[in-house]
């Protein structure tokens, strides 16, 4: 499996600021992935981080809130914008991995708290 | 869209029982993938399962992807401590992973 490493890996923040959260591979990957995961909850695909053009939204995020921008095979950064309380989640991304299944593997994740 | 449902949402046991977890999908996946997240990580992948019928073991770990292609199983033998933690299932198409909402697991030693 690649190795991920996310930054910060916690942050705590006021309202109506953002905050960008950095994902690093340690390997080439064709295929990036931002997830959110509230509290207590399970986790929720944001967006398909694309190299070279603009990132693929799921259903009820959109590209003003949540910012992405992947300029290499191994680093994407994903932003989380104008925050209010109700975006205090932890933060993950993924990779897949080109295989038989094309597996997905996490980073540790960002736990954001919005004051 | 799809929706996976994961029972049981929690499991109080003793160590040294087994386990048994499971998702049903209302549609078909390629793919089944079990992960383990514990407290302030990422989830880890335990096991892909990637054709019906499919029976796949990891150590104590033994999950099967569903002759249907609409379930998957994780069973967990002989428990211990360390397996506490959230698991998820995940049913992929395409990358697109849809997850469980978990079951989470209490050993008591």
């Known amino acids: 499996s690649a190795v991920i490493s996310q930054k910060p890996s916690r942050d705590i923040c006021q309202r109506g600021t953002s905050l960008t959260i950095q994902c690093q591979v340690d390997?080439?990957?064709?295929?990036m992935f931002w997830y959110r995961q509230q509290p207590g909850q399970s986790l929720t695909l944001i967006a398909t981080?694309?190299?070279?053009?603009?990132?693929?939204?799921e259903s009820g995020f959109v590209i003003d809130k949540f910012p992405i921008s992947r300029p290499n095979l191994t680093f994407s950064t994903l932003t989380v914008s104008n925050m209010s309380p109700e975006d205090s989640s932890i933060y993950l991304c993924?990779?897949?991995?080109?295989?038989?299944?094309?597996?997905?593997?996490f980073g540790p994740g960002t736990r954001l708290t919005v004051l | 869209g799809q929706q996976l449902n994961q029972s049981p949402q929690s499991m109080f046991i003793q160590e040294g029982e087994d386990v048994s977890m499971n998702c049903t999908s209302s549609?078909?996946?390629?793919?089944w993938l079990w992960y383990k997240q514990d407290p302030g990580e990422g989830p880890v992948l335990l096991i892909a399962?990637?054709?019906?019928?499919e029976l796949t073991s990891n150590g104590r770990l033994t999950a099967q992807f569903g002759i249907t292609r609409k379930d998957s199983f994780l069973n967990i033998s002989a428990s211990i401590p360390s397996d506490v933690g959230i698991y998820f299932c995940?049913?992929?198409?395409?990358?697109?992973?849809?997850f469980g909402e978990g079951t989470q697991l209490t050993v008591n030693p």
């Open positions: 993924s990779v897949e991995r080109a295989g038989l299944g094309n597996e997905q593997f």
């Open positions: 390997s080439q990957v064709t295929m």
């Open positions: 981080a694309n190299q070279g053009s603009e990132a693929t939204y």
């Open positions: 549609s078909i996946f390629n793919t």
């Open positions: 399962l990637y054709k019906a019928g």
């Open positions: 995940a049913g992929q198409s395409g990358s697109r992973l849809t």
